[in-house]
């Protein structure tokens, strides 16, 4: 036997951890999602109301500033015996001192005998108002508009008319805040609210996610556990749950035991068969052999192929009752080698070459099944091989379809496989005839000792476990019988 093994190391598909598969159909997803958003919706309407309230209050404030002014001018401007207007207001304001500011005062005449007019050191040209026709004075003689200032800037002016002296002679007075001015203060301040909110909130959110994340971790320990059971590492899931998930680790772990109950009970029931069949078959054997004559050889025969009829179903009994069993796992590589090292024995003129994986494959199924699988199928092959048999060991990756079947590489459904391909440089079967070699019985060459069960009962086991057999012409000239099955991480 010449052995060999591939140099380049074949790449294991792992398992994602739980924190790293997030996507729509992701638990943690949607709810950092949804939390997520709620928390930049309340945090507009924070920035909202925050912003609105601000601005109300910065208008009513220059509002009331403005108002103080004006009484404060109008307290500060008098009326001579000659009918000039006078005074020296000082408002307590720098910036009605400094020129083009957008702070300005100014007191004009309003009624016959009173002449001159005052205002402000910042007020270096005059500025326009609307007439009373366009805005009328309230009941206090109080008006309030906006206009436009010297550069340009929006001003809010404050505007009444007083009677000065008991002579009737009344004044207008005007005093215009820098309503631009304003606007930036409030924009400044909804850029710091916005800054602080949007470091609040990613800080909110990260811290959200961590929280929930966190909270998430024990579904991940379910999952695990889960794991170590189907790979055989466990037989039941232990551990310390939350109190939310408790329940579901106790009803799994009653599900696990459950079907390891069904299993003992199948076993025990297909032993009992077994064991009752044995002695009648052996008898009728022995009564053939004993017989002699055609008869005889008849009826020891087909004794013989009731027991190996019989040895199947049993076998396939076996197979179906723990087919989804998750605690079986059998290394392949060790028992293939021990399996043609056998082999290669029996047939020394037969060049036997075994090609394994850089990695070790665990079978998801129990040891007899991958032993009976292997041996029908390399007995077939040296039987029919001329000089050499291949026997190759290689995992793949593949999805499981809507049947149970696993079929070739895919990402959705993606499950762990492994191939075993066996081939031989003999005369192979014909693609047409390929079918008609799984069926039960049916020998395509009768010249050949054997039963016709072989191929048969490779298909069957290998349908039991959802696996894929495939034969197909060989690179050798002969059959690639291909068989693909579920593997362990």
């Known amino acids: ?70 009484f404060n001018l109008i307290g500060s401007v008098g009326v001579s015996e000659g009918g000039s207007l006078t005074g020296a207001p000082d408002l307590g304001d720098l910036r009605f001192s ?86 930036q203060e409030i924009s400044a301040f909804q850029r710091r609210l916005l800054t602080y909110l949007s470091l609040f909130g990613v800080g909110m959110i990260a811290i959200n996610a961590i929280a929930i994340l966190l909270g998430l971790q024990p579904l991940r320990q379910v999952r695990d556990a889960l794991a170590m059971v189907r790979e055989g590492t466990a037989q039941k899931l232990d551990g310390r749950f939350p109190a939310e998930i408790e329940p579901l680790a106790d009803e799994t772990n009653a599900l696990i035991e459950n079907n390891k109950r069904i299993v003992e009970r199948s076993r025990t029931q297909v032993g009992n068969l077994a064991h009752s069949l044995k002695t009648p ?63 290669q024995k029996l047939n020394p003129q037969t060049a036997l070459t075994l090609s394994l994986p850089a990695v070790d494959i665990v079978f998801a199924g129990e040891r007899e099944d991958l032993e009976e699988l292997l041996g029908n199928l390399l007995d077939n092959a040296m039987k029919w091989a001329k000089s050499a048999v291949a026997v190759t060991v ?47 019985g049916r020998r395509l060459d009768e010249t050949r000792p054997g ?25 050798m000239g002969g059959l690639k019988a291909v068989v693909r099955l579920r593997s362990l991480h």
Do not use: C
Not at 51 to 67: I, P, V
Not at 281 to 290: D, F, M
Not at 452 to 475: F, K, Q, T
């Open 98 to 183: 400094e020129p083009n500011s957008g702070w300005y005062w100014s007191v004009e005449p309003a009624s016959e005998g009173v002449s001159g007019e005052l205002h402000s050191s910042s007020m270096t040209e005059a500025i326009l108002s609307p007439s009373v026709a366009e805005v009328p004075f309230n009941a206090s003689f109080q008006r309030s508009y906006a206009t436009e200032g010297i550069d340009g800037e929006e001003l809010e002016v404050f505007e009444s008319e007083f009677v000065l002296d008991a002579k009737n002679r009344a004044a207008r007075f005007r005093v215009m805040g820098n309503k631009t001015e304003l606007e």
């Open 281 to 343: 078959l052996a008898v009728l054997i022995n009564e053939g052999r004993a017989l002699g004559g055609a008869k005889g050889q008849l009826i020891a025969e087909q004794a013989a192929s009731m027991q190996k009829q019989v040895d199947h179903y049993l076998q396939r009994a076996r197979v179906a009752a723990q087919r989804d069993s998750v605690v079986y796992r059998t290394p392949v590589a060790p028992l293939v080698e021990r399996m043609v090292r056998v082999l």
């Open 394 to 440: 290689a995992p793949i990756s593949g999805k499981r379809t809507g049947s149970g079947k696993m079929t070739g590489s895919g990402k959705e459904g993606a499950v762990n496989l492994f191939e075993i391909s066996i081939e031989d440089d003999g005369p192979g079967i014909p693609e047409d005839k390929a079918r008609e070699a799984l069926k039960r």
């Open 1 to 70: 036997m010449s052995r060999r093994r591939k140099a380049e190391p074949l790449k294991k598909t792992a398992r994602t951890p739980l924190s790293l598969r997030f996507g729509p159909r992701s638990l943690a997803f949607r709810v950092i999602a949804f939390s997520t958003v709620w928390a930049i919706l309340t945090l507009i309407v924070i920035f909202t109301l925050i912003t609105t309230l601000y601005r109300q209050a910065s208008e009513r404030g220059f509002d009331s500033l403005l108002s103080a002014h004006l």
């Open 451 to 475: 039963t016709g069960l072989g191929l048969a009962i490779v298909a069957d086991l290998v349908n039991e476990y959802g696996g894929v057999l495939a034969l197909e012409r060989s690179s």
